[in-house]
């Protein structure tokens, strides 16, 4: 039997007044054999070419399994009936309802039933819809489950009037003891204008296309919708100023982080890893320091020229209140005052020293008064020279790290940077997801040619791909974006000019 961490998340294809549409789990991967000969309706005894027994993943008792091609009317499901031995021999728990052919394939599922659950908000807690709490156990079908139809294209369920009382609707795959992930919760109006799936059906009537798992399939056509979202978000044409070629950065891109990234006392440096920018290096729009303003750019050649006499290095040994000398990591790049007096910037407190041992140890530290250790340093604590901590005025964006231009001082400690960016669209891998891009109108001319090109109808996806690429262009002339926080815009000369 299916253990839970083998079924696969499902998904809702679409709900249709109280009708919901299920995509069935992808069985191909599943262990395949086929009939050695043909059986007739109420056969049991089935002969195969290979029962794959012993092997680890073919069949043994109480194994689940379909007859058939999805999507043909004769599929049906059955178990098997006993033990197995590798061979061509296996027999099946009810009898069959259909004859099936020699080379009929027979493969093994682990998804068979579907629960599904109503809700009252996106995420919230679902309830097991009242008809299908209902169901009982007998022959084939499985408590709380709706089974899934092999023998359609997709499974189709139509609520009762108890059921459609829900905001919110998701499912789960079900072997009979142990469920799936939830699908994505699809509203109970259905899948939006922006989803896949209404993307691939307006290709489809584009197209005059039929979907089926062996030719034009629903997977193909998802996985190229998530290719038309990438060719829009990584649009390059022309400007019509300067004739350069710009790479398009788009409104519906934009993300406002306020809270993820905090100022810390003497740090100057911060990890943007978890900020999901569309570029390395230039993704940043503007960066303010909470309320206080919007720090203004640099380049990273410049930050360097701006920080050359500023060595920084960090405590490795920590530091008590009236230690004379103090550990790092490496002061090579700090001065050796030679008897005078220096000054050091760490963690709120400003330090003198007058000597250093070795390559490591800072000397001459007053143990009171002015320039003495007033508050402990723990290891890895930061410190400057020559660059007293204050508020920071410029940035630069570098290998996925924020650089300011000064550490921060004490009294700023915790406050946000403010980070607006072009982000990274998340990818679109299910028939439910729905896109950020605003001008919809363009995936179906994407997905259309593919299908067209994939029936090696070439003039006809050419035209189909001219005209997606005409819509983004369309759109990318248009649309302005802000440069900075400040909502200054990039500008054309005329756009009119260069509508298509």
């Known amino acids: 039997m299916a253990t839970s961490d083998l079924l696969q998340k499902p998904q809702i294809l679409e709900i249709i007044g109280s009708t919901i549409r299920i995509k069935h789990p992808d069985i191909s991967g599943n262990f395949r054999t086929s009939l050695a000969s043909s059986i007739s309706a109420a056969g049991t005894s089935m002969s195969v070419l290979d029962t794959g027994a012993i092997t680890g993943n073919g069949f043994a008792d109480n194994d689940w399994l379909i007859a058939g091609y999805i999507g043909d009317s004769e599929t049906e499901e059955n178990d098997v009936n006993g033990a197995v031995t590798r061979g061509n021999s296996m027999t099946v728990t009810d009898t069959l309802s259909f004859a099936h052919e020699i080379d009929a394939p027979i493969t093994k599922i682990y998804e068979r039933g579907i629960a599904i659950y109503g809700a009252a908000t996106d995420g919230g807690v679902g309830t097991l819809i009242a008809s299908i709490d209902a169901k009982t156990t007998s022959g084939r079908q499985l408590a709380d489950a709706v089974m899934i139809e092999w023998h359609r294209p997709y499974t189709e369920y139509t609520m009762i009037s108890t059921d459609t009382a829900y905001s919110y609707y998701y499912i789960k795959f079900t072997d009979g003891t142990t469920t799936s992930d939830s699908s994505d919760y699809v509203g109970a109006s259905g899948l939006s204008s922006s989803s896949v799936e209404y993307f691939i059906k307006q290709a489809v009537e584009l197209t005059n296309a039929k979907l089926s798992p062996s030719g034009i399939s629903r997977e193909q056509c998802i996985k190229w919708a998530n290719d038309a979202q990438s060719a829009i978000t990584q649009f390059v044409y022309q400007d019509p100023q300067t004739k350069g070629l710009i790479q398009k950065d788009w ?77 790092v990591d490496s002061l090579v790049e700090f001065s050796d005052p030679d008897g005078a007096t220096s000054t050091l910037y760490v963690n709120g407190q400003t330090i ?45 964006f570098h290998n996925n790290y924020l650089y300011l231009d000064k550490p921060v001082s004490s009294g700023y400690n915790n406050y946000p940077l403010n980070i607006t960016f072009f982000k ?45 690429e005409k819509t983004v262009l369309n759109n990318a002339i248009h649309q302005k974006v802000p440069s900075t926080k400040s909502l200054s815009y990039y500008r054309f000369a005329d756009p009119q000019s260069y509508y298509l």
Do not use: H
């Open 251 to 327: 409104s519906f891109e934009i993300e406002d982080d306020s809270g993820s990234v905090l100022m810390v006392t003497n740090q100057n440096k911060y990890s943007l890893e978890d900020i999901n920018t569309k570029y390395p290096d230039r993704g940043i729009v503007s960066i303010q320091l909470g309320t206080l303003g919007e720090l203004k750019k640099i380049d990273w050649e410049e930050y360097k020229i701006q920080m050359q006499n500023s060595p920084y290095t960090e405590v490795a040994t920590q530091a008590e209140i009236g230690d004379t000398s103090l550990v």
């Open 352 to 396: 003198t020293y007058t000597g250093v041992t070795g390559t490591t140890t800072f000397t001459g530290i007053p143990a009171t008064g002015t320039g003495s250790i007033t508050a402990q340093i723990v290891v890895d604590s930061g410190i400057w020279q020559n660059n007293a901590p204050a508020l920071p005025s410029e940035y630069c």
């Open 424 to 468: 990274e669209l998340t990818n679109l891998t299910e028939a439910s997801d729905v896109t950020e891009v605003t001008f919809t109108n363009a995936f179906q001319y994407y997905i259309g040619s593919m299908i067209e090109r994939r029936r090696q109808n070439t003039e006809k996806a050419v035209e189909l791909m001219t005209t997606f």
